[in-house]
């Protein structure tokens, strides 16, 4: 039996496989596990964040990420219109800069610039189906 983190985030995605692919893509996420239906659906995933966790499936087929449901819901549009992390997660990376390259260079949508903070270097982004995430490099 591997090992797990004491809490570990678990993200629902329309396209759960596809997730997994652009996770590794564009934020150099590993792949642990892949469990996908006849149809193809994603039942179960694992993706490694450095020595964290991140867990992913598709609920449903009725399920929509924050970009879609944002396409027809005002009130989602209008909490979803700061840069900051709603329901999102942060990971620790050890060089922030080239990571900031690497998602922007694989379409993350970037949702603030890298900057300095009290805790280190940041920046924020949401992922192909607009969950967010923070990346910081420690001071």
Request: proline share 6%; charged share 30%; with cysteine.
């Amino acid at each position: 039996m591997p090992e797990y983190p004491d809490v570990i985030p678990m993200i629902a995605y329309r396209d759960g496989p596809k997730a997994m692919d652009w996770l590794a893509a564009a934020f150099g996420f590993k792949e642990r596990t892949r469990m996908t239906t006849k149809e193809g659906r994603l039942s179960h995933g694992e993706m490694e964040a450095g020595n964290g966790l991140i867990m992913l499936a598709t609920p449903t087929p009725d399920y929509e990420g924050p970009r879609l449901h944002r396409e027809h819901c005002e009130q989602a549009r209008s909490w979803s219109s700061v840069p900051y992390i709603v329901d999102g997660a942060l990971v620790y990376v050890p060089d922030v800069s080239a990571h900031y390259e690497r998602a922007r260079r694989a379409g993350a949508h970037i949702l603030s610039e890298l900057e300095e903070g009290q805790d280190g270097k940041r920046y924020r982004a949401e992922d192909l189906e607009g969950h967010r995430w923070m990346f910081l490099e420690r001071s």
